[in-house]
Structures are given as C-alpha cells and as structure tokens.
C-alpha cells in the first residue's frame, strides 16, 4: 500500500476512534439527562457527518453515507422510513456506523473503503472568506485543530482555532469597510490593529455574526497574551471543544448558505 494513504488511513482511524469514544460519552449523558446533553449530541453528529463526507468522496450513494442517513431514521415494520428515530437510539446507531468505517479502514485486502483515491474532497469550508489567498491556509488550519484536538493537544487545539476565528471575522469586517463599521461604533484604526475581543464585538454589532462569541471561554479570548509554557494558561478539553463549537456557528453565520 503506498505510504501516503496508509498515513491518511492512520488519521482517519485516529479520528474515527476519538468519534466512536466521544459519542459514548454522549449516549451516557443522553442516559442521564445531562444539561445540554442534546446539543453535545447535535455538535458530534455534525464532526460525524463532516467526517463520513470525507469517506465516502461526498458521495450520497457511498455506502458509508447511506448508513449515515439511515441512523437517523425510524423504520416501518415493512422497512419504511416513517419518522426520525430518538436522540439516544442515532447515537448508538452512529457508533456502529463508525465502527464499521473502522473495520473497512482496518482490512488488509485492496477492497477500496475511501473514495477512489482516499483523498478528502477539494476545500470547500471556507468559499465565504473573500480573500481567496487565505481560503487554503484556513482549510489545513482548520484540519491541523482538529487532528490536534484528536491528538490530546488541547492547548494547540484551541489556538488555532482562536486563530482562525479571528481571521474570518476580519476578513468580514474589512469587506464591510470602516466606513460602514464607524456607523456602529467601531473603533478608528486599521481592523487588524484591534484586539480580538473588539473585532468580535464589531462583527456583532454590524450584524455580521451573532451571538454565538459569547461561548467562547476566557483562555480562548486572550489566547494572544498567553505564555504558552505557563500552566495557568493552557487549555483544557472543554476550553478547546467549546472553541471549536463556536467556530463553527461564527462560519455559519458568515456563511448562511453552507
């Protein structure tokens, strides 16, 4: 097998595996009715869906895709999808569906398990971000966080999430012009003088995003003043997964359509 995709299979059974240990968690707190239980469910299934996508090539009639739909559906004593199943029941159907991509990745044999050349599907994440020279730079960003999530290096995790947060939200800000951000109370200067917090404030107050900033934990919003070898400032599991959550909803507010 060439190296190069036995070095992406190892990822993507490394992230597999993080998925499958994580929805347990979920399914656990699902159980006991856990504070925000469902939205923890909501935000694995979508780290799910984004990585079945790439499995399966964006391919809807990819086997894996198909199992994807399916768990989320409640079947007919005649096998007729007839309702969408309960929060606890797609959870545990959807670690087996992972399980399986697993035992696919882990077979010897040269059946293809990823689509046909186990490359994942051409950056799309970031189309929204008007300067098209940053596009790529935010698409390995962004996978570098999460396989450094994946990883067990949180700290690194949230910076470079935090990093491309802040990068997106510029890039809003300057394509909405100083002219217009002044009418809302922007600061004067060039945007990219002003602190993190500020840029996030004017972005929502311009209406560009909404609310969703107020989720980020403190670390996160001075992650530029940090010593990255001094504990205090380090960030926990919870800091970067929350980083990670609202950097999602801050692209889809910036990006309505995707």
Not at 14 to 35: C, D, Q, W
Not at 149 to 157: I, K, L, R, T
Request: hydrophobic share 40%; net charge neutral.
């Amino acid at each position: 097998m060439d190296e190069s995709l036995q070095a992406q299979i190892a990822i993507y059974l490394s992230r597999l595996g993080s998925l499958i240990r994580r929805g347990r968690e979920v399914h656990t707190i699902l159980a006991n009715g856990a504070p925000n239980a469902a939205a923890a469910a909501r935000s694995w299934q979508e780290e799910c869906g984004v990585t079945i996508n790439q499995l399966s090539g964006g391919s809807k009639s990819h086997w894996l895709a198909r199992a994807f739909s399916e768990a989320f559906l409640m079947r007919s004593t005649n096998g007729q999808a007839i309702e969408k199943a309960a929060l606890e029941e797609i959870v545990q159907r959807l670690i087996s569906v992972l399980e399986q991509a697993v035992g696919a990745l882990s077979r010897k044999d040269d059946s293809p398990v990823i689509s046909a050349s186990s490359a994942e599907p051409a950056p799309r994440r970031f189309d929204f971000v008007h300067n098209r020279e940053l596009r790529p730079v935010l698409e390995q960003a962004f996978i570098d966080s999460r396989r450094a999530f994946e990883q067990g290096n949180y700290d690194e995790a949230m910076r470079t999430a935090c990093g491309i947060l802040e990068a997106i939200v510029t890039d809003a800000l300057e394509h909405k012009g100083l002219s217009a951000l002044a009418a809302v109370g922007a600061p004067v200067g060039r945007i990219a003088d002003w602190p993190f917090e500020t840029r996030l404030a004017v972005a929502e107050s311009a209406g560009l995003i909404r609310g969703g900033c107020a989720r980020l934990p403190e670390v996160a919003r001075t992650y530029r003043d940090h010593a990255e070898n001094v504990p205090e400032a380090r960030a926990s599991e919870q800091d970067a997964r929350r980083t990670a959550q609202v950097l999602r909803v801050v692209m889809r507010d910036l990006d309505p359509g995707r």
